[in-house]
T-cell receptor, first 113, second 112 residues
Framework: GAVVSQHPSWVICKSGTSVKIECRSL??????MFWYRQFPKQSLMLMAT?????????EQGVEKDKFLINHASLTLSTLTVTSAHPEDSSFYIC?????????FGPGTRLLVL | GENVEQHPSTLSVQEGDSAVIKCTYS??????FPWYKQELGKGPQLIID?????GEKKDQRIAVTLNKTAKHFSLHITETQPEDSAVYFC???????????FGDGTTLTVKP
């Protein structure tokens, strides 16, 4: 149980385009989901906390207009990277909260050319 | 807020040896401590967790110990195997809080 999926697993896009990443909790409902960014050989950097039906809470230094988060249902949260640039290239990982435990998705690797 | 420190940042052991990773936390209100294993190119996977009402928990070759007084907890892996090679993250949170605070990770390499 407690499976979280992400789609796509990897994406390559041109600079200036927008990319949407989906995070789904497959076998449980998640009121709260989190979005992380991870650079090679580095720790998990929390970007934002999304709560179903309300606005996401962004961590300091994360541009909310750049990284749009929507949590429209109890099983789906989306992260849209708007006007992507090469510096946005990274590994993006979502996690969903079930009771007290965070369960992570497999991650999405984004490469912006 | 909570602060979690994890040591060592890298750990190399011979197959069959034991590996120990230690974490300290700052907020005495934290009462839930999960450990995650992240393989290359994948998301972190929960491998074991412990709550503050117990001092030790085991699951086959892995165990976690908790010292609430000293505010530190440790992951122990016995009889290590090459497939244990990965990055391990500890975390701490108060049950009713949303997010966990993560350590910076330990890269474990098990040499055959």
């Amino acid at each position: 149980g407690a499976v979280v999926s992400q789609h796509p697993s990897w994406v390559i896009c041109k600079s200036g385009t927008s990319v949407k990443i989906e995070c789904r909790s497959l076998d449980f409902q998640a009121t709260t989901m989190f979005w992380y960014r991870q650079f090679p050989k580095q720790s998990l950097m929390l970007m934002a906390t999304s709560n179903e039906g309300s606005k996401a809470t962004y961590e300091q230094g994360v541009e909310k207009d750049k990284f749009l988060i929507n949590h429209a249902s109890l099983t789906l949260s989306t992260l849209t990277v708007t006007s992507a640039h090469p510096e946005d290239s990274s590994f993006y990982i979502c996690s969903a909260l079930l009771r007290e435990t965070q369960y992570f998705g497999p991650g999405t690797r984004l490469l912006v050319l | 807020g909570e602060n979690v420190e994890q040591h060592p940042s890298t750990l190399s052991v011979q197959e069959g040896d034991s590996a120990v990773i230690k974490c300290t936390y700052s907020d005495s209100a934290s009462n839930y401590f999960p450990w995650y294993k992240q393989e290359l190119g994948k998301g972190p996977q929960l491998i074991i967790d412990i709550r503050s009402n117990v001092g030790e928990k085991k699951d086959q070759r892995i165990a976690v110990t908790l010292n609430k007084t000293a505010k530190h907890f440790s992951l122990h892996i016995t009889e290590t195997q090459p497939e244990d090679s990965a990055v391990y993250f500890c975390a701490a949170k108060y049950t009713n809080a949303g997010k966990s605070t993560f350590g910076d990770g330990t890269t474990l390499t098990v040499k055959p």
